[in-house]
């Protein structure tokens, strides 16, 4: 059952003037400066670019220019720089596994098998296309339309694509409860639009897309693999057609949609859902929100519409697309220079034990996790973390209540939910438990199937049951950060928590500036465009009045605007709708960061350190931690892909609406990220 829901030694400058709009170091303190870390990277920043025409540049100009995209990344950064030092960390970890001799059905052997079983292409190759031939006999033993519902239930189970999924999670109107919830799916493509839309590019990558699926069909064994290929790129664009727009699949209201059982026999005519949710494990099932209505009602004259022998070309597609890189090298390979070359630029593949730590973290991850945690995450660190996140929730309940927008009422209700906020850091209080999983040294095909069937077990167990509000939705090893809506609370793994991000040794402001923005970013979540339709308790309800609710859409509107004139590429804006949520988060959580890091100065001034002061490296913080940069291809594939707007823009489109900011570096009018007071936008 899916889930729906990414250094060089610093060069020390003393005493020269190098701001822009006359702004130069304050005089520094000797003793402060051999005692504490400034944790600005200065053999990272161009100082020939001035910090108020672009502060990416500023801070990470000099490494950009310095900085060759590996060929086995479409994109590197701080983010990618991290994510490879986690996986070296747990690389250790697995192979002391994979080398040793374990009991049959320990952690240690599931993780050390699981691994190997990846690693052995030579009994991969053997196999060739070997697994498939169970996958192909279900499929061609379909003989109704009901028989292809039930196989719909069973891909679904496994990890195959179906053209909708079913997940768990909390019922959005009654947070206390766990509920089914079904998602639009069946899609080769990234998105919708890539079926669509009419540019060169757009064009071309469809023409692509319908070569690759030929030459996997091929290779997978099938015949007439040109005009099968035609056939499901068709039926993939019908489906498209229904599917919603990823701007309308934000709206958390608009996809709350609760259906008796009885009622889906009228929202998809025709489909078999008795066998449907019988395969699924669901016989029982009494109701179920389904997220995109309209989808539905229209995959039902799709599935009617298209004959079977299509709709079991388009399985075993599906079955091939999903498990290429389980297979033989050829496969994986055929695979990765569609996705990885063609989508995002990639000119080869990773390590192979990369993948397979991937792999790990993916099926495993809180068996590693768990080592993980005792080798690397230091109980003070966890202790620092709380003592932020705590200063962040203080600084972002005195910005709530001297809001100049927002009336007395919604004030006390969203001070209600910023006091209901759960933090979670480093890793969860209680792990889970993979007894269940078998995993076999030879048999990496198997060991994924067998995985998902124990994921969909767990997910089906929690229905009727108490809230497992200790669940964790990310590993401690991922180099990320999380807000879940519907249990108010906001995590953070470990490996977000090092430099230069969480720099122990370094001067409170560029920590406040780097993991304090990503604390207020998440906090910030429960209060965007969407986060902000959730109460306190994580459901669904409305507690804003609508004179409040209208001056909070203005200034949102005014942001949209903003990051729609931003050009990534020359043909290509940002989506300011799309990324309206993270941009939102963006901005609070930088303000409120701010606004944290000046309160825990208690009246003192910071000391001047490297030559920046403390507003200076609270910002550089900032621009530090989105340290990046795209290949053409993935850049253009996260535009129309992925919430978060590109690195440049989440630094400069926030910097240039906190007024502290102008204040650091001296803006004035002339400056490139100038706007006028009226312009900037002060959201929290």
Known sequence: MKKYLGYTGLALLLGSAFLAGGCSPANESSEEQATLSSGVHQAHMNKEIAPGDDFFEYVNGTWLANTEIPADKSSIGTFYYLRDNAEDDVKAIIEESAAADNAPGSDAQKVGDFYNSYMDMETRNARGIEPLQPEFAKIDAISSYDDLAKWFAYADKV???????LYVNNDAKQADQYAIYAWQSGLGLPDREYYFKDDEKSVETREKYVAHVERMLALAGIDEAAAKARQIMDLETSIADKHWLKEDNRDSVKRYNKYERAQLKDLVPGFDWDDYLAETGLADLKEIIINQP????????????TDLDTWKTWAKWSVINNTASRLTAEIDQANFDFYGKVLSGTEEQRPMWRRAVSAVNSTLGEVVGKVYVDKHFKPEAKARMQELVGNLVKAYEVSIKDLDWMGEETKQKALEKLHKFTPKIGYPDQWKDYAKLEIKREDYFGNVIRAHIVEHERELAKLGGPIQRWEWFMTPQT???????????????????????????????VNY???????????????????????????LQNWWTDEDRKAFEERTGQLVAQYNGFEALPDLHVNGEFTLGENIGDLGGLSI????????????????????????RFFIGWAQGFQGKYRDEALRTRIQTDPHSP??????????NVPAFYEAFGLSETSGLYLAPDERVKIW
């Open 479 to 509: 180099v990320n950060a999380y807000y879940n809506p519907t249990m108010n609370e906001i995590v953070f793994p470990a490996a977000i928590l090092q430099p230069p991000f969480f720099d122990m040794a370094a001067d409170d402001a």
């Open 294 to 305: 309209s989808f539905m009602e229209g995959l039902a004259g799709v599935i009617k519409d």
């Open 513 to 539: 500036g780097a993991i304090g923005g990503v604390i207020g970013h998440e906090i910030g979540h429960g209060f965007d465009d969407k986060g902000s339709t959730y109460n306190g308790d994580g459901e």
């Open 159 to 165: 990890g195959f694509d179906a053209p909708f999924g």
């Open 593 to 616: 960061a701010y606004k944290a890091y000046k309160m825990s100065l208690n009246g003192k001034e910071a000391p001047v350190i490297d030559g920046f002061t403390g507003e200076q």
């Open 647 to 656: 690195a440049r823009f989440r630094v400069n489109g926030v910097v240039r």
